[in-house]
């Protein structure tokens, strides 16, 4: 069975400060990772897969096999950022497993 | 579009009754699931589906039943509510295919006092 792990619940950054968020996965397939986000009292929203290899929002994040990391970055945190991050691997029936989430607090 | 809905938004239940959880999606999506968000829990699959009048367990499956009678709608109903079950629920959609995304609903943020 598929297991995410997000080791920190809750991370305090000051504005303009490099955020990281640890997500490290198990999964006997070929792993497709996501990282979702949900801002105060709104729907979860994706954020990033790793097979677009995109930015979004200053956010990157890359799939590493050997280390089974999808660690999601910014190098400069802005206030707007503060919110609830959720890392998921999908499996080969369409389900996500999710992490138990990051709290991320942007001090100004 | 209006993409995923859920009705209702709030709900307060006594231990004991029953109640159902509407979800509607708008996006001609084959899969279809729900979710519950609890602290340090995370999110959590109760049941889903791969295409109408299908259903199928998730993680945490145990109180709850599901119908998918229409490709559009997926129900989720409470028999008989516990404390335990306190909580958000969301569901969700996505097509089919690699880069198949989910969308979610807004939530319903039950009590069961």
């Known amino acids: 069975a598929q297991r995410v792990t997000q080791p920190e619940k809750l991370l305090s950054v000051f504005k303009g400060a490099p955020v990281e968020l640890k997500c490290n996965y198990s999964?006997?397939?070929?792993?497709?990772l996501f990282w979702y986000v949900q801002y105060s009292r709104q729907r979860l929203q994706l954020l990033l897969r790793?097979?677009s290899r995109e930015s979004i929002k200053g956010f990157t994040a890359d799939l590493n096999k050997g280390e089974t990391s999808f660690h999601l970055k910014k190098p400069f945190a802005q206030e707007e950022d503060s919110a609830m991050y959720y890392c998921a691997l999908k499996d080969g029936n369409n389900r996500l497993a999710f992490g138990k989430g990051n709290q991320v607090v942007v001090i100004p | 579009n209006a993409g995923v809905t859920q009705t209702p938004k709030f709900r307060v239940l006594k231990t004991g009754q029953s109640m159902t959880l509407l979800c509607a999606q708008d996006m001609n999506h084959e899969y279809m699931y729900w979710y519950r968000q609890d602290p340090g829990m995370g999110l959590r699959l109760i049941h889903y589906?791969?295409?109408?009048?299908?259903?199928a367990k998730g993680e945490v499956p145990d109180g709850y039943n599901v119908s998918r009678l229409k490709k559009q709608n997926f129900l989720l109903g409470l028999e008989s509510a516990a404390p335990s079950q306190t909580s958000v629920y969301f569901c969700?959609?996505?097509?089919?295919?690699?880069?198949?995304?989910?969308?979610f609903g807004p939530g319903t943020r039950l009590t069961v006092l």
């Open positions: 790793h097979i």
């Open positions: 999964y006997s397939g070929s792993p497709e």
């Open positions: 969700a959609s996505s097509g089919t295919g690699r880069k198949g995304e989910q969308f």
């Open positions: 589906s791969v295409g109408e009048g299908t259903t």
